[in-house]
T-cell receptor
Framework: DQQVKQNSPSLSVQEGRISILNCDYT??????FLWYKKYPAEGPTFLIS?????DKNEDGRFTVFLNKSAKHLSLHIVPSQPGDSAVYFC??????????FGIGTKLQVIP | KAGVTQTPRYLIKTRGQQVTLSCSPI?????VSWYQQTPGQGLQFLFE???????NKGNFPGRFSGRQFSNSRSEMNVSTLELGDSALYLC??????????????FGSGTRLTVV
């Protein structure tokens, strides 16, 4: 039972353009949502999060949007840079629940 | 401040053997979680420990076990290894009882290969 779904396994974007990574979830009890970035041979690193009471959170080039009614969130990267090429994991949690991850989307930013 | 340390980084084992992986969380962090990463499956939750107690457990067979020590260091053990256990095993630490929006800090992982 995949409670957090990332339906696009990969995405290619030109440098300087916007990257949009999408994530859907099924559990209405999730309190917060997170995005992690992972380079090969390294552990995931925390990128940005959003509480369920908000619909947008921005941190530099990264913005996360949450649509609770659609149970959908997205990560926007503007402008995209070659160093952003990595696997991006969407995750969700709540209270004392374990953090549940999606299967990841591999982003390639083409110079 | 030192990050999350996982040892060893790489491991090759034979089917049927057992293996123990170690994780030292960030100093002061009391919660440690373990995840298995395989291609196409993302990060699958194994278990979570807080103050030496297992707080959550994922859907893995009993061959997978873990524990946490009083200094918050954690170990996970896999017995009777199978080829399908080949994966990257990630440990993540967090500060307190509830992870909250700050998320985890992950280690670099242990790459286990079963032959």
């Amino acid at each position: 039972d995949q409670q957090v779904k990332q339906n696009s396994p990969s995405l290619s974007v030109q440098e300087g353009r916007i990257s949009i990574l999408n994530c859907d979830y099924t559990n209405s009890m999730f309190d917060y949502f997170l995005w992690y970035k992972k380079y090969p041979a390294e552990g995931p690193t925390f990128l940005i999060s959003i509480s369920s009471i908000k619909d947008k959170n921005e941190d530099g080039r990264f913005t996360v949007f949450l649509n609770k009614s659609a149970k959908h969130l997205s990560l926007h990267i503007v402008p995209s840079q070659p160093g952003d090429s990595a696997v991006y994991f969407c995750a969700a949690g709540g209270g004392y629940q374990k953090v549940t991850f999606g299967i990841g989307t591999k982003l390639q930013v083409i110079p | 401040k030192a990050g999350v340390t996982q040892t060893p980084r790489y491991l090759i084992k034979t089917r049927g053997q057992q293996v123990t992986l170690s994780c030292s969380p960030i100093s002061g962090h009391r919660s440690v979680s373990w995840y298995q990463q395989t291609p196409g499956q993302g990060l699958q939750f194994l278990f979570e420990y807080f103050s030496e107690t297992q707080r959550n457990k994922g859907n893995f067979p009993g061959r997978f076990s873990g524990r946490q020590f009083s200094n918050s260091r954690s170990e996970m053990n896999v017995s009777t290894l199978e080829l399908g256990d080949s994966a990257l095993y990630l440990c993540a630490s967090s500060l307190g009882e509830a992870t909250g929006g700050h998320g985890y800090t992950f280690g670099s992982g242990t790459r286990l290969t079963v032959v």
